[in-house]
């Protein structure tokens, strides 16, 4: 496993568990928590110039949620789907 691909999954385990805890997580706070941890190489400007996470990141931490959770494109946060809270 390259260095790279360890600290993806570590993010995406400090995403999973933020979500976890709270319920939602807002992509601008984990943006935030990510430069100033890990730098700017896990972040990168999309299409509609807003900063995103890395790719492979993002893939991790759809692992450990499993689909459990939804990104909402309005609010730009990720949170639990309907079916989870019920």
Do not use: C, P
């Not at 568990?17 to 943006?31: D, H, P, R, S, T």
């Not at 999309?46 to 309005?74: C, P, Q, T, Y």
């Amino acid at each position: 496993m390259s260095d790279n691909h360890a600290v993806a999954d570590e993010i995406a385990l400090w995403m999973f568990n933020e979500l976890k805890n709270a319920g939602i997580l807002y992509q601008a706070a984990a943006v935030e928590h990510i430069t100033s941890r890990y730098g700017e190489q896990y972040i990168y400007v999309n299409d509609n110039g807003h900063a995103s996470i890395d790719k492979e990141v993002k893939k991790a931490f759809k692992k450990l949620h499993g689909g459990k959770a939804a990104w909402d494109r309005d609010a730009f946060f990720w949170g639990w789907t309907s079916a989870i809270r019920t």
